[in-house]
Nanobody, 120 residues
Framework: QVQLVESGGGLVQPGGSLRLSCTASGRIFSISGMGWYRQAPGKQRELVARATSGGSTNYADSVRGRFTISRDIAKNTVYLQMNSLKPEDTAVYYC??????????????WGQGTQVTVSS
């Protein structure tokens, strides 16, 4: 069984920073992509950033230049450094791992979500 465990959310003032972490646990051979999505109240879940095992990254236009995604392949961990946070970044942030190849399972997986609130 593969599980994703997130940490690092919280309350921050506008202009502040937060760092999210997500680790995939279980008997895993490889993970193709790891990324972060977010969902604000009344809105659809949207991609924030994604990083492939080959080192490619992509970002939503709304966060490019403020957020940085990185991966530790050996630790099956992905990070999201969020700087210059704005109130509109407030949402539940979900970690996603796609193309997971495990000893007994494969597929895409989601974390439970972590709340990020940007408010003064």
């Amino acid at each position: 069984q593969v599980q994703l465990v997130e940490s690092g959310g919280g309350l921050v003032q506008p202009g502040g920073s937060l760092r999210l972490s997500c680790t995939a646990s279980g008997r895993i051979f490889s993970i193709s992509g790891m990324g972060w999505y977010r969902q604000a109240p009344g809105k659809q879940r949207e991609l924030v950033a994604r990083a492939t095992s080959g080192g490619s990254t992509n970002y939503a236009d709304s966060v490019r230049g403020r957020f940085t995604i990185s991966r530790d392949i050996a630790k099956n961990t992905v990070y999201l450094q969020m700087n210059s946070l704005k109130p509109e970044d407030t949402a539940v942030y979900y970690c996603n791992a796609d193309g997971v190849l495990g000893y007994t399972t494969s597929g895409d997986y989601w974390g439970q979500g972590t709340q990020v609130t940007v408010s003064s």
